[in-house]
């Protein structure tokens, strides 16, 4: 059990949609991370939060964005979907006192795109 | 850029086995290196990692050592248990205060009583 929760679990959208995934962390976390995982593959760093702020990003183009609010929850947005982003979607918080090797990860979404 | 290569699975094997999961890196510098094992619904979980070179990381039976010269960073368990079934990743953490994590493929095992 991290305290790193998800949702919704499953979504199926169509090729074109936008979809808005959630994370909540647990109190004190103020960094979020969100990673992308395909199918047989490991997951692959979208982008980093911290203090609400973006401050780090993978090699994803601009229609993935995310939110992060004050509550330690956090949103992955990704809009014009297309059928390559079916995947799993994991978001890894940390606390504000832990190091960059303390994260933990929530147990995901799985986006089906058709 | 930072990659990873792990042995791929899936692996099967019968409890008490000797485990042996390869991982090699391409980074600059002194990465940190982690495992993580992800069980069947639940997100990854940290399961052992090594800062620097030499380092040896270990936890629930599980044993990784940091080899610098070699860039390996090999996971090795000396009896598996049914219970040990899961996908098994290797990752880095570049130097330079990222918190960027770059995985492997991940690998599979199945451990049968």
């Known amino acids: 059990e991290t305290g790193v929760t998800q949702s919704p679990t499953h979504l199926i959208k169509t090729r074109g949609q936008q979809v808005t995934l959630r994370c909540s962390s647990q109190?004190?976390?103020?960094?979020v991370s969100w990673y992308q995982q395909a199918l047989g593959q490991g997951p692959q760093f979208i982008f980093q939060?911290?203090?609400?702020?973006?401050?780090g990003r993978g090699n994803f183009p601009p229609r993935f964005s995310g939110l992060q609010f004050p509550n330690y929850s956090s949103e992955l947005n990704v809009n014009a979907l297309e059928l390559d982003d079916s995947a799993l979607y994991l978001c890894?918080?940390?606390?504000?006192?832990?190091?960059?090797?303390?994260?933990?990860f929530g147990p995901g979404t799985r986006l089906t795109v058709l | 850029g930072d990659s990873v290569t792990q042995m791929e699975g899936p692996v099967t094997l019968s409890e008490e086995a000797f485990l042996t999961i390869n991982c090699t890196y391409t980074a600059t510098g002194y990465p940190s290196l982690f495992w993580y094992v992800q069980y069947p619904g639940e997100g990854l979980q940290l399961l052992l990692k090594?800062?620097?070179?030499?380092d040896k990381g270990s936890n629930k039976g599980f044993e990784a050592t940091y080899r610098k010269e070699t860039t390996s960073f090999h996971l090795e368990k000396g009896s598996v248990q049914v219970s040990d079934s899961a996908v098994y990743f290797c990752?880095?953490?570049?130097?330079?205060?990222?918190?960027?994590?770059?995985f492997g493929k991940g690998m599979k095992l199945t451990v049968n009583p």
């Open positions: 990752a880095l953490r570049g130097q330079g205060g990222s918190e960027k994590l770059v």
């Open positions: 090594a800062t620097k070179a030499d």
């Open positions: 890894a918080s940390r606390p504000r006192s832990g190091g960059a090797d303390t994260q933990y």
């Open positions: 109190s004190g976390h103020n960094t």
């Open positions: 939060y911290y203090r609400e702020e973006e401050n």
